[in-house]
């Protein structure tokens, strides 16, 4: 029984290393297209920066689990979540059109604009999520 029940571990492994990968790959372009230096913010306690990616961390997972459910195969899974990954940068881009001087909020530590650009990237990711379920 024990073995049947184990028999998923290496899908399991394969789906929840590449989503792994995929997160750490949406970190570094997230920080790589933001102004702002944010995991040395958090460091230095900003509460603002780490709120503003630890948001949108979420709003990228939750379409990230959507494409691991709804995917075919690894590469449907991985091409999904290079799609939610550009979603999420392009939610970053709108945030910060209708707040130019967001970057500027995030490196103050104003809370308001750390949640601005949080409560966008969950907002997108479940559309994108609901998206990815056709």
């Known amino acids: 029984m024990l073995v049947n029940s ?3 571990l290496p899908a399991f492994a394969a789906y ?5 990968i995929l997160c750490v790959a949406f970190v570094f372009a997230y920080t790589a297209i933001t102004p702002n230096r944010e995991l040395d913010l958090i460091r230095d306690g900003n509460a603002a920066a780490a709120l503003s990616i630890g948001m949108s961390l979420i709003g990228f997972a939750l379409p990230l689990a959507s494409a691991v459910f709804h995917s075919a ?9 290079v799609v939610a990954l550009l979603a999420q940068l392009t939610a970053y881009w709108l945030a910060r059109l209708a707040m130019p001087r ?16 949080g409560c966008i990237s ?3 990711g479940v559309l994108s999520a609901a998206c990815m379920s056709y």
């Open 16 to 20: 929840f290393l590449a989503a792994v």
């Open 73 to 81: 195969d690894l590469v449907d899974c991985l091409i999904w979540g």
């Open 122 to 124: 969950i907002a997108a």
């Open 6 to 8: 184990l028999a998923g």
């Open 102 to 117: 967001l970057p500027e909020g995030i490196a103050k530590g104003e809370i308001a604009a750390g949640l601005w650009v």
